[in-house]
Structure formats: structure tokens, C-alpha cells
């Protein structure tokens, strides 16, 4: 007499919302192996995975640059719009402002931000649109041959040998400077610490712009560049460390005094963030604005939760649009009436 032994396929492992992380990820990489974009779209796709959101509530947008090709690459299952080169904002406001249910979330690289898209960057920070802003910042054009971009260091050099003579655009100044209510930079290398920011921006209720310093292993990975991996491991000063509590679990835990600081974010988590040898406070934005300026005159690369403000009214909140997606509303509620547009005309006489 034979048994038959049938095996026990273990569970899948699911989510808070019982999806597997096979839903969040896209399509197979074609960008460079090695390259730091590939770490970023990972962090993502853990990210959304892990907080339990649901990806077809997620607008990806994006621009031109090898960047830009990195949503095709993360959140197969979320809306997506791939806008020419450096209007990515312009696409992104108006499709949120059209839907504001939708989580937004915009991918661009340097060239794409700093550069020919500098000006509708500017726009986005004033206005405080609620999109999360990832800038993939390697220094460099990578689709076309490795030419110093906008950000790239004074004095950085390029890997022909030639050196960078003009200065850079601090695309965080900028943000800090200008409106955005969350601004953060980190290193694609730092998996721990770029999971803590990209968990944050999720849950805050504005524009969020995290520049993550990400090498180009074609181009600008090279001694003599500042945007290497080599360079950010010797250079990196991280201001804290961050840790990222969500909303639906229990946030108590022991830790003496004066040794961490909260953040209530706008959905009820919290970004948890711990001193590490200097008291920096991520509310006061001069305070972060002089901490980059210090860094740039000791040639540190700061990274970590510069600034957050979940106080500030949104440009949603400033047009005073319905909750309601404005594509689903009736006719009935997106046309004046005669009466309203003979009073109108009345005041214009």
C-alpha cells in the first residue's frame, strides 16, 4: 500500500489590502546594469507595497531621460502619462487638479528638473501641488553621452576628463526656497534611509521633492565626479535617522527624551526622526536652507528630511475644487446657469 504525500504550498505573502508585491512592480529594466535609478524604482515598489496602497489609485508621470523610463518600471497596475521633455509638471497639475482622489507621483532626472524644465519646476514649487516629486539626479545627460547637466558640481569632472565651470542648481534650495512643504535628499544607495523618505512623501498632503543622488555607472561613476558612488560613501552626512510609522500601526515605543523627534503626518503616520550629532529641527526652514549652504562650503553631501510643513494649503485647497473627480460630475454641475451668466455679464457692463 503506497501514500500519496501532497505538498503544502505555503501562503502567499500579501499586504494590509491582500495584494502581493507582484502588483506593484512594471516592466522588465532596460536601463544600465548597475545604474542607480534600479535601486529607486525598487524603494518604490516596496514602498507602496508595504504602506498597502492601492496602485490603480496612483498617477505616475513622467518626462524625457533615461529617469523618465523608470516608471515603465515600477506600479505596472497605476495610471500612467509619459510627457515630452521637461512639462512634466504642467501634465501632473492638470490631471490632478482634474482627479485629486489619485496619488500622484512624478519621476524626472536633473536635466528634466534643472534644465529645460526648470521654469515649470519653479511653477510646481510655488503652487504646493500634492505630487510626490522624485528627481533622479546623476549630474549628467545619460541619454546622450554624459554632458554635465544643471546640478553637476563646480569642479566635477566629466569622464573624458574635462571640468565642470559652472555652478550648480541646488534643486533643494530651490524647493526650500520657493514653497514646497516636503523636501528631502538621499542617496539611491541608502536603502534603509530612502525608504523612511519615500514612505514620508506618500503620506504628506503637498509637494513633496526628494532629490536622491543617483550615479550614472556609464557615465559619472569615476574618480573625479560628485555624483559617484564612491564620492557619496566618503562624502554622505546624514543629518538624523529616520524611521517611518504608519498610520495603521501602533506608534508607542521606548525611547528616552530629548533623543527623537515626531512629525504627524497628514494621514496620521509619522515620520520618527533621531539626532544624531547635531540638533537640527526639520520644521524651520532657514534653519535647513543654512545647513546646505554649510555643507556646500565643507563639500558634504547632506542627506535626510530637510524640511516638512503640513500646515500649508495645498493649491487644491487654494482653488477650492470639489472632492469629487471633475470628469465624473454632471452636466448639470459644471455649467452655469442662464441666470448666473446674466449676472456675470451684468457686473462686466
Same mark, same amino acid.
Given at each position: 500500500? @503506497?501514500?500519496?504525500?501532497?505538498?503544502?504550498?505555503? &501562503?502567499?505573502?500579501?499586504?494590509?489590502?491582500?495584494?502581493?508585491?507582484?502588483?506593484?512592480? !512594471?516592466?522588465?529594466?532596460?536601463?544600465? =546594469?548597475?545604474? !542607480?535609478?534600479?535601486?529607486?524604482?525598487?524603494?518604490?515598489?516596496?514602498?507602496?507595497?508595504? *504602506?498597502?496602497?492601492?496602485?490603480?489609485?496612483?498617477?505616475?508621470?513622467?518626462?524625457?531621460?533615461? @529617469?523618465?523610463?523608470?516608471?515603465?518600471?515600477? /506600479?505596472?497596475?497605476?495610471?500612467?502619462? +509619459?510627457?515630452?521633455?521637461?512639462?512634466? &509638471?504642467?501634465?501632473?497639475?492638470?490631471?490632478?487638479?482634474?482627479?485629486?482622489?489619485?496619488?500622484?507621483?512624478?519621476?524626472?532626472?536633473?536635466?528634466?528638473?534643472? @534644465?529645460?524644465?526648470?521654469?515649470?519646476?519653479?511653477?510646481?514649487?510655488?503652487?504646493?501641488? &500634492?505630487?510626490?516629486?522624485?528627481?533622479?539626479?546623476?549630474?549628467?545627460?545619460? *541619454?546622450?553621452?554624459?554632458?554635465?547637466?544643471?546640478?553637476?558640481?563646480?569642479?566635477?569632472?566629466?569622464?573624458?576628463? @574635462?571640468?565642470?565651470?559652472?555652478? &550648480?542648481?541646488?534643486?533643494?534650495?530651490? =524647493?526650500?526656497?520657493?514653497?514646497?512643504?516636503?523636501?528631502?535628499?538621499?542617496?539611491?544607495?541608502?536603502?534603509?534611509?530612502?525608504?523612511?523618505?519615500?514612505?514620508? =512623501?506618500?503620506?504628506?498632503?503637498?509637494? $513633496?521633492?526628494?532629490?536622491?543622488?543617483?550615479?550614472?555607472?556609464?557615465? +559619472?561613476?569615476?574618480?573625479? $565626479?560628485?555624483?559617484?558612488?564612491?564620492?557619496?560613501?566618503?562624502?554622505?552626512?546624514?543629518?538624523?535617522?529616520?524611521?517611518?510609522?504608519?498610520?495603521?500601526?501602533?506608534?508607542?515605543?521606548?525611547?528616552?527624551?530629548?533623543?527623537?523627534?515626531?512629525?504627524?503626518?497628514?494621514?496620521?503616520?509619522?515620520?520618527?526622526?533621531?539626532?544624531?550629532?547635531?540638533?537640527?529641527?526639520?520644521?524651520?526652514? /532657514?534653519?535647513?536652507?543654512?545647513? *546646505?549652504?554649510?555643507?556646500?562650503?565643507?563639500?558634504?553631501?547632506?542627506?535626510?528630511?530637510?524640511?516638512?510643513?503640513? +500646515?500649508?494649503?495645498?493649491?487644491?485647497?487654494?482653488?477650492? *475644487? $470639489?472632492?469629487?473627480?471633475?470628469?465624473?460630475?454632471?452636466?448639470?454641475?459644471?455649467?452655469?446657469?442662464?441666470?448666473?451668466?446674466?449676472? /456675470?455679464?451684468?457686473?462686466?457692463?
Amino acid at each position: 500500500m @503506497s501514500t500519496v504525500i501532497t505538498p503544502v504550498t505555503p &501562503p502567499k505573502k500579501t499586504n494590509r489590502i491582500g495584494l502581493e508585491v507582484v502588483n506593484y512592480r !512594471g516592466g522588465k529594466t532596460t536601463l544600465c =546594469a548597475g545604474c !542607480g535609478h534600479n535601486s529607486i524604482s525598487e524603494r518604490v515598489v516596496e514602498c507602496f507595497y508595504e *504602506l498597502g496602497i492601492e496602485p490603480t489609485g496612483v498617477a505616475k508621470f513622467s518626462g524625457i531621460g533615461c @529617469s523618465s523610463k523608470s516608471p515603465a518600471y515600477f /506600479l505596472g497596475m497605476a495610471h500612467g502619462f +509619459n510627457s515630452v521633455h521637461g512639462r512634466m &509638471p504642467s501634465v501632473a497639475t492638470g490631471a490632478l487638479l482634474a482627479n485629486r482622489s489619485m496619488l500622484g507621483l512624478g519621476v524626472t532626472g536633473d536635466g528634466d528638473t534643472a @534644465s529645460i524644465g526648470i521654469g515649470q519646476f519653479m511653477h510646481l514649487v510655488r503652487r504646493n501641488m &500634492p505630487l510626490m516629486y522624485i528627481i533622479e539626479n546623476n549630474g549628467v545627460y545619460g *541619454l546622450t553621452k554624459g554632458q554635465f547637466s544643471a546640478t553637476a558640481d563646480l569642479g566635477s569632472t566629466a569622464k573624458g576628463g @574635462s571640468a565642470n565651470e559652472l555652478p &550648480p542648481f541646488d534643486c533643494c534650495a530651490l =524647493a526650500l526656497k520657493w514653497g514646497a512643504t516636503y523636501v528631502a535628499r538621499s542617496f539611491s544607495g541608502d536603502k534603509r534611509q530612502l525608504q523612511a523618505i519615500i514612505k514620508a =512623501a506618500i503620506s504628506h498632503r503637498g509637494l $513633496s521633492v526628494i532629490d536622491v543622488i543617483s550615479p550614472c555607472v556609464t557615465f +559619472n561613476d569615476h574618480e573625479g $565626479s560628485t555624483k559617484s558612488y564612491g564620492y557619496m560613501k566618503d562624502h554622505e552626512t546624514a543629518l538624523h535617522e529616520l524611521d517611518y510609522v504608519p498610520f495603521f500601526e501602533d506608534i508607542s515605543v521606548e525611547i528616552a527624551e530629548g533623543e527623537v523627534r515626531d512629525v504627524r503626518m497628514h494621514d496620521g503616520s509619522h515620520l520618527r526622526i533621531r539626532k544624531l550629532d547635531r540638533d537640527f529641527d526639520p520644521t524651520d526652514r /532657514l534653519a535647513a536652507l543654512a545647513a *546646505l549652504e554649510d555643507a556646500e562650503t565643507k563639500g558634504e553631501v547632506l542627506t535626510g528630511v530637510l524640511y516638512v510643513n503640513t +500646515n500649508k494649503p495645498t493649491f487644491v485647497d487654494l482653488l477650492n *475644487l $470639489s472632492d469629487e473627480p471633475l470628469a465624473t460630475l454632471p452636466e448639470a454641475r459644471l455649467r452655469p446657469s442662464r441666470a448666473v451668466l446674466e449676472e /456675470l455679464m451684468e457686473q462686466l457692463r
